[in-house]
């Protein structure tokens, strides 16, 4: 089983909708969660981090995380043309370690 | 901004050429790390370095060597490519703050014939 479990879609949605996207993690010692964005040809850029259960919203991004659950999400509000990419989540233990484990990635395209 | 750079954006090269792919990073990082993206298998750690002249094995190793003779600067080696190296290399780097996270390069991608 892989430590990071993430459905790679695609999700295809019509502009305008909220879409929610989803990680399992099997390890309680993950203590850091991330979302990264990728669009097509361009390297991961880090979208929203956080290090501890609850939400966090950066204007229409919401992180969520129910460590209790081992599971986190990212939603998007209004969602725009321009939201479609590749969303990676990835996390990592406590302690100077920065390696990352990452989910497959979830394919969105967000229809106009 | 961390500005993450990569020597190339698109390289072709030849099966048994030796491949160098250069990541240089200006925010002073400690670490630093190579993954390869192919479809369907995400992002893979090749190697990452902690420190200078330091490395360690990441996930999938074969093939592929190191070198970080500056902190801004690590190298990926192909000592002798293979068509099954086709794949697109990411570098990024992260320093040890607490709320430091990856950053990534734009990306190389490598085609070997």
């Known amino acids: 089983q892989k430590e990071v479990e993430q459905d790679p879609g695609p999700l295809s949605v019509p502009e305008g909708a909220i879409v929610s996207l989803n990680c399992t993690y099997s390890n309680s010692a993950f203590q850091y969660f991330m979302w990264y964005r990728q669009y097509s040809r361009k390297g991961p850029e880090l979208l929203m981090y956080?290090?501890s259960s609850g939400n966090k919203e950066d204007g229409r991004f919401t992180a969520q995380v129910d460590k209790s659950s081992k599971y986190i999400s990212l939603f998007i509000r209004d969602s725009q043309p321009s939201d479609s990419a590749t969303y990676l989540c990835?996390?990592?233990?406590?302690?100077?370690?920065?390696?990352?484990?990452w989910g497959l990635g979830t394919s969105l395209a967000v229809n106009p | 901004d961390v500005k993450v750079t990569q020597s190339s954006r698109y390289l072709v090269k030849r099966t048994g050429e030796k491949v160098f792919l250069e990541c240089v990073q200006d925010?002073?990082?400690?670490?630093m790390f190579w993954y390869r993206q192919d479809p369907g298998l995400g992002l893979r750690l090749i190697y990452f370095s902690y420190d200078v002249k330091m490395k360690e094995k990441g996930d999938i190793p074969e093939g592929y060597s190191v070198s970080r003779e500056k902190k801004e600067r690590f190298s990926l080696i192909l000592e002798s490519a293979s068509t099954n190296q086709t794949s697109m290399y990411l570098c990024?780097?992260?320093?040890?703050?607490?709320?430091?996270?990856?950053?990534f390069g734009p990306g190389t991608r490598l085609t070997v014939l």
């Open positions: 990835a996390t990592r233990r406590a302690g100077n370690n920065r390696k990352l484990i």
């Open positions: 956080t290090y």
């Open positions: 925010m002073d990082h400690e670490n």
């Open positions: 990024a780097s992260t320093g040890l703050a607490r709320t430091d996270t990856q950053y």
